[in-house]
């Protein structure tokens, strides 16, 4: 839980996190963000990986590929963007710029594993910083526009998330049950 200073809390509701209703904006980004990282894992953790890995898209895109994929992201916006990290390990390269959405062979449960901590790690950058207003290194993105395209980011595959669980198995909803209302 993410608290602003004023009282007011981003919570969570059946495993996934509610944005905070009322509160400063860093704790309301947070909690948008998280929600949608949340999302992510519950859409999937609960089907088999010979399920999950079943059905991918026209370009081969896969639930498992997505997940690695989106652990890359935040990792290089964040880490290596924001706070200029060195030596970071990416799973792309110059050479295969794709590299890191393709992950035949490895279980779900560690990709998310992996995607929760360095979520965590993301994270700790965003609230160390002075304020959203905060820029790269480079002056070019603030805090504030990397959150928010992230926030961008997650929802969009959490979208291609959504289309190859449900033609897995057939799940679908918009978040567990005892979380509706949100």
């Known amino acids: 839980m993410v608290a602003d200073g004023a009282g007011a809390a981003n919570g969570v509701r059946g495993g996934v996190t509610e944005a905070a209703h009322v509160g400063d904006e ?108 905060a820029t790269a290194p480079d002056e070019a993105y603030s805090l504030r526009w990397i959150v928010i395209h992230m926030i961008e980011e997650t929802g969009r595959h959490l979208g291609h998330i959504d289309l190859l669980r449900e033609l897995a198995d057939g799940e679908v909803g918009e978040e567990p049950k005892g979380a509706e209302g949100s």
């Open 26 to 133: 860093r704790t309301t980004l947070l909690g948008f963000l998280q929600r949608q990282r949340d999302l992510v894992a519950w859409k999937t953790r609960e089907a088999s990986d010979e399920t999950l890995a079943s059905v991918r898209t026209p370009s081969d895109l896969t639930l498992h590929g997505i997940v690695r994929h989106l652990e890359n992201v935040e990792r290089s916006w964040f880490r290596e963007y924001f706070a200029g990290e060195t030596g970071l390990h990416f799973d792309w390269t110059d050479e295969d710029p794709d590299a890191d959405v393709r992950a035949e062979g490895l279980a779900m449960a560690d990709l998310l594993y992996a995607y929760a901590a360095e979520t965590a790690r993301c994270d700790e950058v965003i609230t160390a910083a002075p304020s959203l207003d």
